[in-house]
């Protein structure tokens, strides 16, 4: 038996549901198809929370902050439900690039500021301050787990067919206009099919679209036990300088935020064992860990950096870390997220429904830059 549809979505992570989303609010025809349970914890989508990080200065994902944060509160306004929590976020560190960003985001009316170590260490007593501070009080955090829910709920009400436990095992090609994609127990023919599978793009777009090679990780953060709560804890961004003494047990910038009932969640960026997604530990590294506990034992008065919860999550990484939005033909690709999508998920979304309409995605992400 074979199913038409306009659109078929392959993965039900953040992208493919936002795209379900915008598509549905469209009022076109989609179908989503995921690999999946609802509320896996396989790929890179689950979790209660994630940095809404402003701090960028490249014009295309500066643009994108600005859309996506009308769209994350038009999502929350439809679904009825608090999605993104503007906690604030503080960057620190050595040789970051702080006059850029804050230019980049006074241009687009935002409001961000530089305070010294005494002014943020009064503030925010449970963050030890490393250098001056650029403090985006607009930034914040998402709840991961309940946007891909309100997403998907907010797609099915408006006419998307949601399938969970759906893998796709093929796509072909049969001309400009027509795509058929395998599954165990159907076979789809779509106008267009948008593949946002994250770790998993390349198991069934290799050969078929000229994709940058992904690389795919298995990043290891912690949330630890959080000792003050006297404040309101922003997200925050540390970067420092490599060869710089004291920092020598570090694997990479840290992130992190307050995670409400699970702790102050903090780790290393894109520095996790190169993984085969079906195949993989679950685990922390364990030097790795150490270095993380060090790091909050050092850098974290207000978390216990020996009562912790681990984290396993995948980043899938392109060569220059920017994403991947293009077309070929009807396939439509969403991938190389990294560490760094899902504040912009709803634009994503918007980017992947315009592709179906061969409306070209901003060529920072095209797939041959
Ligand atoms: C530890 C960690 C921390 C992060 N922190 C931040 C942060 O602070 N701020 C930020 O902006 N971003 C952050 N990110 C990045 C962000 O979470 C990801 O970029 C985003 O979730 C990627 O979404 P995705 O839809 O591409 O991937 P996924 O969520 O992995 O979705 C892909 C989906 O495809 C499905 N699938 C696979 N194969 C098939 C198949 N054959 N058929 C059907 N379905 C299939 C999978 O089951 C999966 O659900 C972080 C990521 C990690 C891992």
New binding site residues.
Partial sequence: MTTRVDTLI???????SAAAWELARRGREVIL????ASG?T????HGAS??F?LSYSDPTYVAMLVEALQLWRELEDETDTRLLDQVGLVNHGQGQPFAEVHAALSGVGFDPTMLSVAAAQERWPGIRFDTEVLYTPEAGRVN?NASVDALQRAAARRGARIEHG????RITVQGDESVLVDTDTELFQARRVIV?????TS??LDGLLPVPRLVVTQ?Q?AHFAALDTSFVWPGFNHGYRPGTPGYEYWRSPV?GMHTPGEGIKA?WHGVGPVVDPDHRTFTSEPEQLLALRRYAREWLPGADPDVFTE?S????TSPDSNFVLDRRGPVIV??G????????TPTVGRILADLTLDIPAPPLFALDR
């Fill in positions: 392959l993965g039900g992570g953040a992208m493919g198809l995921e690999r999946f896996h396989n790929g890179a989508s994630r940095n990080n991961a759906r893998p796709a095992t946002t599978l994250g770790a998993w198991s069934l990043e953060p992130y780790g984290i999550c995948t980043y899938t969403g991938a997220f990294s560490g760094h999508g899902f504040k912009f």
